[in-house]
């Protein structure tokens, strides 16, 4: 027997046994319970479908719930690293701030070392033109090149054709030049000897050979006349360059005896320029 129809016949049974019911009463609440067996199920079969929406709901609201609190601990995560990053980029930035700061340190006492050296080598020149004033600019010329005095002597002045001593009036410019020196320790002096392209033929009473045997012997002689005036010999050295640096063509008697001359080359000691440098 289906248990579900047992309410429903004992309820008929009941009402065939209650005495002064007719039929149609009896029909009308058969119907009633009828009625209310199918409210009763279907609010069984909703109350059913309420429960599993009811279920998947909670399910959709945990899995939410967990979805959003993975995005939450992401997002601290990126967070994180993200302020890490700034931290970084932040030590970094104060890194190089702190070396554009030296370096700018460093140009600006490098800017005021060549300053101080330019002013150097002016006073320099100025005192080297006051010292040999007097004597014929064909002859002497003093001139500032590259951040260097050159004191150019013109064969005329200092030496007879093809000799290595030194004329009186040349031995004069040098002494006054080395009195002008003497007390300057900052300047190193190199003394170059020049000649013009024309060959020694045979051996000279100095003994030189060519024109390279000439233009060293002619600046050492001059280096020992500066160092017997008073220069440190530690600080002048003697070189000759033949006929390998002319300042003109070698195309005339006139500009060959341009070419026949003793250069000075005073250059100011760079000892601090050099350490400011090296500190890069």
């Known amino acids: 027997m289906n248990l579900r129809l047992f309410p429903t016949l004992l309820v008929g049974a009941t009402l065939l046994a209650l005495p002064g019911c007719n039929q149609k009463e009896i029909a009308a609440l058969q119907q009633q319970n009828t009625d209310l067996t199918k409210s009763r199920d279907q609010l069984t079969l909703e109350k059913t479908a309420l429960a ?6 909670e399910e959709a ?13 992401q997002l601290n995560q990126n967070l994180g690293d993200a302020e890490t990053d700034i931290k970084n980029k ?25 300053a101080q050296k330019d002013a150097a080598t002016k006073a320099l020149r100025q005192r080297v033109s006051d010292a040999l004033l ?4 064909q002859d002497l010329q003093v001139s500032v090149k590259n951040g260097k005095v050159y004191v150019s002597l013109s064969e005329q002045l200092l030496f007879k054709s ?3 001593r030194v004329d009186p009036k040349g031995q004069d410019a040098l002494r006054k030049l080395a009195v002008a020196l003497k007390d300057n320790k900052d300047v190193n002096v190199l003394v170059e000897g020049h000649t013009d392209n024309v060959p020694i033929k045979g051996a000279t009473a100095s003994g030189a050979k060519d024109n390279w045997d000439l233009s060293v012997m002619r600046a050492t002689e001059i280096t020992r006349l500066l160092t017997t005036a008073g220069m440190d010999p530690a600080q002048v050295t003697p070189s000759g360059r033949s006929m390998y640096m002319p300042l003109v063509a070698n195309d005339s008697p006139a500009n060959k005896a341009l070419n026949r001359r003793t250069d000075i080359i005073l250059t100011p000691k760079l000892d601090e320029l050099f350490s400011i440098l090296g500190q890069n």
């Open 52 to 57: 599993a929406d009811k279920a998947r709901s």
């Open 61 to 73: 609201l945990r899995n939410s719930l967990l979805s959003k609190n993975q995005q939450v601990n």
């Open 90 to 114: 932040n030590a970094d930035l104060q890194s190089k701030d702190a070396d554009l700061q030296s370096k700018n340190a460093r140009i600006a006492d490098l800017q005021n070392a060549l």
């Open 134 to 137: 007097g004597f014929n600019a």
């Open 162 to 164: 093809g000799s290595i």
